[in-house]
């Protein structure tokens, strides 16, 4: 028999924040989430976490934080974990597996998550690619609460 979904989790992964709403980009180590963090925030993006972010569940969202001992901070890679201005928190609305060209479908069927009991929107993207940025805005409205999706 299992207990009650837990009231929060640690993700690996990079969330960032568009319009107040967060992104959780997830892959290995290497796979670009910082990259494409970086990118998104000189869009005017905002960190929420790098590395690692809590999860908690409040009601019928998930908010994003990033764990106390890594707020406001971002790994660049080249120049080293450098401190920036991030957002306390952000209401989770997509999920982003960082994959290889490859392995990204030209049409997916539309997929989803349960994240602590919720469903949330679930994107594969190639980060290292010109337009992923653009991709991930794009993916956010159409994924918005105003959306048909």
């Known amino acids: 028999m299992t207990g009650p979904e837990p009231a929060h989790r640690l993700a690996h992964g990079t969330a960032i924040a568009i319009e107040g709403r967060a992104i959780l ?37 998930i908010l994003v934080r990033a764990p ?10 080249g120049l080293g974990i450098l ?4 957002l306390e928190e952000a209401p989770l609305a997509l999920v982003v597996d960082l994959v290889s060209s490859g392995e990204v479908e030209r ?24 337009s992923a940025a653009a991709k991930l805005r794009l993916a956010l409205r159409h994924f918005g609460p105003d959306s048909k999706a």
């Open 25 to 61: 980009l997830r892959g290995p180590p290497g796979a670009g989430k910082s990259d494409l963090a970086l990118r998104l925030i000189d869009g005017g993006a905002r960190l929420v976490a790098d590395d690692q972010a809590e999860l908690w569940r409040v009601g019928d969202q």
């Open 68 to 77: 106390t001992t890594i707020t406001g901070l971002i790994e660049v890679r």
């Open 83 to 86: 401190p920036i201005d991030a």
């Open 107 to 130: 049409l997916p069927e539309e997929r989803t998550e349960e994240v602590l009991g919720l469903v949330i929107p679930l994107i594969a993207l190639a980060p290292f690619e010109a």
